[in-house]
């Protein structure tokens, strides 16, 4: 049995936080980094790359440069809690122990505005893409097909999710290759003017204070998924670093692929200014269709939509039925969903009525990328900002940590940033993610009334229990090293 630092891991390791191990430990290190970068999709600069081009004032690579220096703060945030309580749930788990089950369920229900919604905006990109292809087919009907797909992906359990996940992660990376040297290939012989060129990193001339808020309102929204890695805490067989390490190197992978392509895409437009309405959409495959042919735009296209449609939906609907599962075993949500299948092993009715809402979700939200694209962000945004502070009061506050940066600096940063971007987001999603925060807050009272939906007493959080001396042990480590 693989070993947990200086335990065994296995059900003992979760009897410590009050649970017995149900799901399935078969993901890797590895497998956590793969599926973050399938979530994060390494190619999802294609699609938008039109719409921050011209937001970005042709400086894309930047704004991706920026969220990742942006995002670092949270990802150490979630590495740093991670270790500390390395089971399903993510922020819903980090705050509810770091802080204050309450304040647990908060963060748990909105990113759960996040989580429910990313599937959605998903099938709503990659039935864009097909249409594109397919322009006599309804988008409806290839919203039901990425589903019914992914739905079937998810139930068999997470090994076979985990081999989809690195062939289609190998796929994305065999046509960036096929990209950069497309690219390469037309800078050398200045195809339509292409040369090398360092404005698309920064440009004076167009740079300006306000351009940074929109490069994070944006990059934001790219690099989400690195957080799912998270839920995959209690499938993970690599240790309680596992998760932290894969979300840091995904993080860091990911951004490389999008500043690297972003800039190569660039150098081949140096003369654009803007693209114009109709052409933004599809700009990123224009470009493909102007340095190579037909037959490798529609290729493109086709990646695009599989990646988003099936990679991407595949990782976001496994990360939000471990939400749920996770939820609903502590009794903050019906119980029902903590069923897990005896055979695959996964939360099946959690990954079920995923499947269900999305498409009811699916099929409303047609069209409306803008919309679902700003809820996505203020789920996710306010969870974050619950995360930070629950970093500084659990290592900080409650352990009395030393290491000022990762328990003090850090998330403080990463609140600071994190706020400057909620406090400048549309009107529509503060007013849509206020209604749903209300609507939890309403279920939460429902809950306490009830006298349920409290965690177990059996806590890791204290020096005195097995995790949190393992906890402690780590941290002496640290500081002597």
């Known amino acids: 049995m693989p070993t947990y630092d200086n335990h065994t891991l296995g059900e003992g390791d979760l009897t410590e936080f009050g649970y017995k191990q149900e799901l399935s430990r078969g993901l890797s290190t590895a497998d956590l980094l793969i599926y973050g970068l399938v979530f994060m999709v390494p190619i999802a600069p294609w699609a938008i790359y039109g719409t921050v081009y011209n937001e970005a004032k042709g400086m894309v690579p930047l704004v991706y440069l920026i969220g990742l220096v942006a995002m670092i703060f949270t990802a150490l945030s979630y590495a740093q809690m991670s270790r500390a309580f390395p089971i399903a749930g993510s922020v819903y788990s980090y705050v509810g122990r770091g802080m204050h ?33 397919f322009p006599a087919v ?26 989809v996940n690195r062939l289609f992660l190998a796929a994305e990376v065999v046509f960036i290759v096929i990209f950069a040297v497309m690219a390469i290939v037309a800078i050398v012989h200045g195809t339509g003017g292409a040369h090398v060129t360092a404005k698309p990193i920064f440009d004076a001339a167009n740079f300006s204070a306000p351009l940074v808020g929109t490069a994070l309102s944006i990059a934001v929204l790219s690099f989400l998924g690195f957080d799912g890695i998270a839920t995959l805490a209690e499938e993970s067989k690599g240790g309680h670093r596992s998760a932290g390490i894969a979300m840091i190197a995904g993080l860091f992978l990911v951004a490389f692929f999008f500043i690297s392509q972003t800039w190569l895409a660039g150098m081949l437009i140096p003369n654009t200014t803007s693209f114009s309405d109709a052409e933004a959409g599809n700009a990123f495959f224009d470009i493909v269709g102007k340095i190579s042919n037909n037959g490798w735009q529609i290729a493109f296209l086709a990646m695009n939509a599989l990646a988003v449609g099936i990679a991407n939906a595949v990782a976001a609907q496994s990360a939000t039925s471990r939400l749920l599962f996770s939820m609903s075993r502590d009794g903050q949500l019906p119980r029902f969903l903590a069923h897990v299948n005896a055979r695959s092993k996964v939360p099946e009715r959690a990954i079920l009525l995923v499947a269900g809402i999305t498409l009811v979700l699916g099929l409303f939200f047609v069209g409306q990328i803008g919309l679902i694209s700003s809820l996505v962000n203020f789920g996710a945004l306010t969870a974050f900002l619950l995360l930070h502070v629950s ?13 000022i940066f990762l328990h003090w600096i850090g998330p403080v940063i990463g609140f600071l940033i994190i706020g400057f971007v909620l406090w400048n987001a549309e009107p529509a999603a ?15 009272a429902y809950y306490n009334r009830k006298g349920i939906g409290i965690l177990p007493e059996h806590r890791a959080d204290s020096a005195e229990s097995p995790a949190g001396a393992t906890a402690e042990l780590d941290y002496a480590a640290e500081q002597k090293g």
């Open 430 to 444: 503060k007013i849509g993610g206020l209604a749903w925060l209300v609507i939890g807050i309403l279920v939460l």
């Open 138 to 163: 309804p988008k409806w009907v290839w919203i039901l097909v990425f589903l019914a797909v992914n739905t079937a992906i998810n139930y068999v359990g997470v090994s076979f999710t985990a081999v």
């Open 391 to 403: 970093v500084v009061t659990y290592y900080g506050v409650r352990r009395k940590s030393s290491n």
């Open 101 to 133: 089950p309450k304040l647990g369920f908060i963060a748990g229900w909105t990113i759960l505005l996040d989580y429910l919604l990313v599937p959605t905006l998903l099938y709503v990109f990659a039935a864009e893409s097909m249409s594109g292809i």
